[in-house]
């Protein structure tokens, strides 16, 4: 058994699942996760998941585990019931492998030996127990393994739970048992549908503020705004910013000078590493606007304009602790394609935009839309 489960996991796609084990430690990790490499065969799709397993010995020598499992989606919880650890390991690995790859349920899988326990003193040993999967016979959520319940209002969107009936006992002398189909239906929104994966996208709007420099006079404060589509491995966004007023005063009189702010509107597009729930945005994109000057201590000050155009790029790293929230946390680089001066009669040049603009911002995103990101 060991090498074939070596050769499914090789043959994984990479799958971005992380897994907490906690509980009764009779019951160990590996049973689950030699099951969840089983069904997992073949993947087509992997969807970013964190699963929380808390397993626990119940009375009359029965199991339970409760099951928290947590996607872009949202969360999801569910307790299940068996009469062994192997039984409940092997129906958590079902039910996280459908969420992480409805096609699951779709294709032939091979079927999951469960040994039962060893006997107790005082009670007799179950019989072994042996189930299989086919895309035909298994529901959303067939996993009550003959005694526990798994409601539907606990599974990921796109998931339904059908009833199902008892294996029946085997026959005698076997020690085995070969149930027949589950009598289950498998919701027609659990298939796999090339055209629903395309159009798995979230939306976001974004809110920063931070401190922008050399674009206008000094270092000054300056706010932002955001909002787009993004995907597990990119996004795109259209931006907005106000850079609030500061002065640069001139040689000739130190009362006199411009005071200037800048507003501009973007667009741009980002490249996205991710490292579980960090996300690492590498973007770069074009932005419009207005430099506007306003003469301040002489007489005849008046408000001129300068029209801004600028390459914009920078790295950033967002984390997303809740599927609908994350902090930014960015820098960018200004590059004007159009250079102005601000200056006045008799006081010559008051201020020149720089060749750069560079900027600092810590912001909140939220997020929103029911597929998974990418």
Known sequence: MGPLVLALVAALPAQDIEVTWRGDPRCAQHGF???????????????????????RREAEGRWSATLDLEAAEGRSKRTLRGRSC???????????????DPG????????????????????LAPKDMSYETSSAEVGASDMSLGTGDVGASDLPPGTEVAPVERAPEPAAGTGVTRPGPIQGNVSS???????????????????????????????????GLAGGLLGRRWRVEVTGLYRAPTTEYTQIDPQAGARVRLWAVGARGCGVLRARQVEFPLCGGLEGGQALGEGVGFQGGRTDRIAW?????????????????????????????????????????????????????????????????G
């Open 33 to 55: 996760q030699d099951s969840l490499a089983r069904y997992l065969a073949g993947a087509t799709e992997s969807r970013p998941l964190r699963v929380s397993v808390d397993v």
């Open 86 to 100: 192997a039984e409940i390991g092997d129906a958590a690995a079902f039910v996280t492998a459908v969420v992480v």
């Open 104 to 123: 699951v349920l779709t294709r032939p899988a091979e079927g999951a030996i469960v040994p039962a326990p060893s006997a107790e003193p005082g009670q």
């Open 189 to 223: 929104d659990m298939s796999p549908k090339p055209a629903a994966r395309a159009t798995r996208l979230r939306g976001f709007v974004r809110v920063m503020g931070g401190l922008e420099a050399l674009g206008t006079p000094r270092v000054g404060p300056a706010v």
């Open 309 to 373: 155009l600028a390459v914009v790029f920078g790295p950033a790293v967002a984390w997303a602790p809740r599927p609908w929230l994350a902090l930014w946390l960015g820098a960018d680089v200004g590059v004007p394609l159009l250079g102005g001066t601000f200056s006045a009669a008799g006081l010559g040049r008051m201020f020149t935009i720089a060749p750069v603009s560079l900027r600092a911002a810590l912001g909140l995103e939220f997020r929103f839309g029911r597929g998974r990101a």
